[in-house]
């Protein structure tokens, strides 16, 4: 047995784990982590149609060959708006195939290892499985650092100051509710900036907050661009983009 196997100890059988496996790069993930996905029966995880799946991606230097996955597809993304009633009956059906498909692993006694991009608890797909099979199934969700973490590190920026209150925002809000939201923080993250990246930035210049705004794509993965929202012209943003509004507070 390895060092990392006796630190982060090994799978249980018929045990659904929630893994979070960081923002990107493979070097962020937990011993707790690492370990449970060297050692789970099953490595599951969602990916969109045609698409290697970005969490996959992220531990593919922790996987073996032969090992025994579960690939979660997505029937929908980006090409239909959430609030469309279509979206949520795909939506709600897949995640209620994906759960019957990791139940019938863990009836079996298999472990399975569910990867979360950043952490499972947070705007994760795991959550969806967690809220059906958590009772009647034993669950261990493995935390893991956040997108917003590794992407205001690599901005070399701190978020908060003293008493900073830091506030999240979904780029899915309505323009004015972003507004007024951002009016009344102090720092800012603001997350699922995609297509809704030209409404986001007229709410923040609105806000008087566009001077300390910085946009980072793809923090801490190989194509990262970190650079003033002011700078940038987009239509839209890659799927793995989020805007940062550092906190300005007590500095000693």
């Known amino acids: 047995m390895s060092l990392l196997d006796t630190i982060a100890g090994s799978a249980s059988a018929g045990t659904l784990y929630g893994i979070g496996v960081g923002p990107g790069d493979v070097r962020y993930l937990t011993l707790r982590a690492a370990g449970l996905i060297r050692s789970v029966d099953v490595v599951a995880f969602f990916a969109k149609r045609g698409i290697e799946g970005n969490a996959r991606r992220i531990v593919a230097p922790l996987m073996d060959a032969g090992r025994h996955e579960l690939r979660l597809e997505y029937p929908v993304t980006e090409e239909v708006p959430v609030a469309d009633p279509s979206y949520q009956a795909q939506i709600g059906d897949f995640y209620r195939r994906a759960a019957d498909s990791i139940a019938a692993h863990l009836a079996e006694g298999r472990s399975v290892g569910l990867l979360s991009e950043g952490d499972p608890f947070f705007y994760g797909s795991f959550m969806h499985m967690w809220r059906r099979l958590e009772r009647d199934h034993p669950v261990e969700v493995v935390p893991g650092v956040t997108g917003m973490s590794g992407c205001w590190t690599k901005a070399n920026v701190p978020i908060t100051w003293g008493d900073d209150i830091l506030t999240v925002l979904p780029g899915t809000l309505a ?14 993250v603001i997350m699922k900036v995609g297509r809704n990246l030209p409404k986001v930035k007229r709410a923040i210049a609105q806000a008087g907050l566009l001077a300390r705004a910085i946009y ?37």
């Not at 972003?178 to 009344?184: K, Y």
């Not at 980072?216 to 002011?230: F, W």
């Open 216 to 252: 980072v794509e793809r923090g801490t993965m190989d194509a990262q661009r970190v650079t003033p929202l002011v700078e940038v012209e987009l239509d839209r943003g890659p799927y793995f983009s989020m805007i940062l509004i550092p906190g300005q507070g007590r500095r000693l």
């Open 175 to 188: 323009e004015d509710v972003l507004h007024d939201r951002l009016t009344r923080c102090e720092a800012a």
